[in-house]
């Protein structure tokens, strides 16, 4: 049986900066487990099922929820449920129990460290580019047991479409890269061409009915080349001598957004290398399957710019492809030879010198799942049997995760030396996005912990534990000053932003948009207002001009970003729902109100004007990549995002104004509630780079716990 493992850490290549506080990792036991324990697991995979025919394909957690509310022996069910019938008025005491129970369901399903395990997936290619690094490290069978396999194959064969496809990510229609990677995925795993109940071979006709592999977007024709599936002619140039610029250009790699510059490295050192694993019998026989012609009668140099249409979202300009075609004819010849390919060589030794510093400083997580799989081969190819090889492998567990579905891929102090140098900026006091030891700080976590410190501080001691070290709350807000932009106002999720927005047309991805440079967000922008604020007021001596001007200035950017319908843009939820909930907060926190802001009361009417019938909001996430509202097909309710929408509301002071559209919401939210005190899983809710959805398995009972909370303390402000 399945068990999660909380903050362990038992291997000699393995180390971190907090003694693996907030580390999970999965473990398979043969012999563990009770009947009853297997049977909830097997219940667990068909209600799944169930689901997936409903239409929602994100995983409820289930697993994870089984074993820690046992291990916390905290009985979730001791409450009954309330429920409001469909004339009846909610009361106090009907808000207090749906609150007291999904209060106690958190408290069940902490983690023994003090953290909330939760499943953050989606994309359908992670856990494929994944699988290609540990076969061509020859590592597969050092990380994966047979249960892993099983369940990793479980998760592609689950989350396949109808139509035999694979999506870009759960939820979204097929796709070229998520066709052609999941399909080789199941075969390196072990799957024949006919296995699956004939779901092998409907992935295969769906691949070549689209036109075959040649059409797979950049990142993918670069995987297949270093499988050996694809050729590297066939791949357009990613010159590692970028990294070679001088400081002075207007575009050199300091300013390059960081998750692009942590992808494009260690591509850019594989491109030089044009390396590829051994060519195996399966490799051959893959080379076959994936592509209409023979693989030797396929035009490489054709295929360079060949996009399937069904996966092309950002498509290339006639600037692109002049840019490209450059490269490709004019200066790889060149730097390939000498005395150029002496330069090309400082250029592979500064990516290799890069690279060692970043995963060092991450603990060899880096910043996510492609990074990781793609230094993982780099390494090898530099050195299979180096040390870096060796500290990356233990730390792939960290990115596996188990559900119901299947299994998917998933700061104390400044980074060590001259940090600058490695295009990185100083750290400390931040919160990252995972766990402590990532060492990648972002603002809007670190604002959220600012917040829950703050409050923790006014609480006794024999509630909050340990006293907040203040100092630390300084170094917080040093940080968070740090990272808004001089111009704009706004403040970046990572880094500082940067203010040449004309560079996003260098985007070489044809599925993401924005992988240039950083760049403001609205959300980010407000929750940091949120986190000066509060802190403000209770630290009144630090920085505090400074942090009224960032504030003033903060705020002037969520004005001008709002849209003529008065919403905002969410970019990493979904969507507008997402944004606007998020900018009412921060525009309200600097001292906006309905009465004195226009901005405001716009906010709250196009919120108020997309609420559906039955009192629920939900937006499709077709509204994140066509930048407009859609709602969820029948203008269904989404628990999640009526959530946002109800505290959206609240900020703008509909509670007091006028709760009814709020009753509505609160009625809807209670009356969802399950037993135990969590609430339906649903809809995909998350999005990054605007085409790729995300899963956050948290936030299904995180938002509506939030908002029942705030709905019952504006409503009844005099029994709060």
Known sequence: MW??????????????TNNFVGRQIWEFHPNAGTPEEHQAFNAAREEWKQNRMKGYRCSADLFMRIQLKKESGIDVLSIPAVRVGEKEEISYESATIAVKKALRLQRAIQASDGHWPAENS?????????????????????????????EMIRYIYNHQNDDGGWGFYMEG??????????????????????DGNDAVSRGH???????????????????????????????????????????????????????????????????????????????????????????????WNKARNNCCKDDLYN????????????????????????????????????????????????KYLTNGCIEKSLQMICWWAHNPNGEEFKRHLPRVHDFLWLAEDGMKM????????????????????????????????????????????????????????????????????????????PLSGGFGCWEPPI???????????????????EQEHVECTATVIEALVAFKRLHPTHRAKEIEISVERASRFLEERQRP??????????????????????????????????????????????????????????????????????????????????????????AERDPEPLHKAAKLLINAQMDDGDFPQQDINMVFMKNCMLHYGQFRNAFPLWALAKYRNRVWPQNA
Not at 133 to 148: D, K, R
Not at 430 to 451: E, N, P
Not at 617 to 631: A, L, N, R, T
Request: aromatic share 12%; charged share 20%.
């Open 205 to 299: 006709r769906w691949i070549i009915d689209h036109g075959g592999a040649t059409g797979i977007p950049s990142w993918g024709k670069l995987f297949l080349s270093v499988l050996g599936v694809y050729d590297w002619d066939g791949c357009n140039p990613l010159p590692p001598d970028f990294w070679l610029f001088p400081s002075f250009l207007p575009y050199h790699p300091a300013k390059m957004w960081c998750y692009g510059r942590s992808v494009y490295m260690p591509m850019s050192y594989l491109y030089a290398k044009k390396y590829h694993g051994p060519l195996s019998d399966l490799i051959l026989s893959l080379r076959k399957e994936v592509h209409v012609k023979p693989y030797d009668q396929i035009d």
């Open 499 to 517: 203010p040449q927005s004309y560079l996003q047309a260098l985007n070489p991805s044809e599925v993401f948009a924005d992988t240039v440079i």
């Open 565 to 654: 319908d008065g919403s905002w843009y969410g970019y990493w939820g979904i969507c507008f729902l997402y944004g606007t909930s998020f900018a009412l907060g921060g525009l309200v926190a600097a001292g906006k109100t309905y009465e004195n802001c226009e901005a405001v009361r716009n906010g709250v009417d196009f919120l108020l004007s997309i609420q559906n019938e039955e009192g629920g909001w939900g937006e499709s996430f077709e509204s994140c990549p066509s930048m407009k509202y859609i709602p969820l097909e029948r203008n269904r309710t989404n628990f999640v995002q009526t959530s946002w929408a109800m505290l959206g509301l609240m900020h703008g002071g509909q």
């Open 173 to 194: 229609h097929s796709t070229m890269i998520g066709s052609a990677l999941n399909y080789v995925a199941l075969r390196l795993l072990g799957e024949g061409p006919d």
């Open 3 to 16: 068990k999660l493992k909380i903050g362990e850490g038992q291997n000699p290549y393995l180390y971190s």
């Open 315 to 362: 498509p290339p300009t006639f600037m692109h492809d002049i840019f490209w075609d450059t490269l490709n004819y004019c200066v790889e010849p060149l730097m390939r030879r000498w005395p150029l390919n002496k330069i090309r060589q400082k250029a592979v030794d500064k990516a290799i010198k890069h690279m060692r510093y970043h995963a060092e400083e991450t």
């Open 410 to 485: 998933q700061i104390k102090e400044n980074l060590s030396g001259d940090f600058k140098s490695m295009y990185r900026h100083f750290n400390k006091g931040g919160w990252t996005f995972s766990d402590q030891d990532s060492s990648l700080i972002t603002s809007d976590c670190t604002a959220q912990a600012i917040k829950a410190l703050l409050l923790l501080s006014e609480m006794p001691t024999k509630i909050s534990g340990e006293e907040v070290n203040v100092q630390r709350l300084y170094e917080a807000v040093n940080v968070l000053l740090y990272l808004q932009s």
């Open 122 to 150: 989606g994309p359908m290619f992670f856990a494929p580019l994944l699988i290609i690094a540990l076969h061509v490290t020859e590592a597969t069978n050092i990380i994966l047991t047979s249960e892993h396999k099983k």
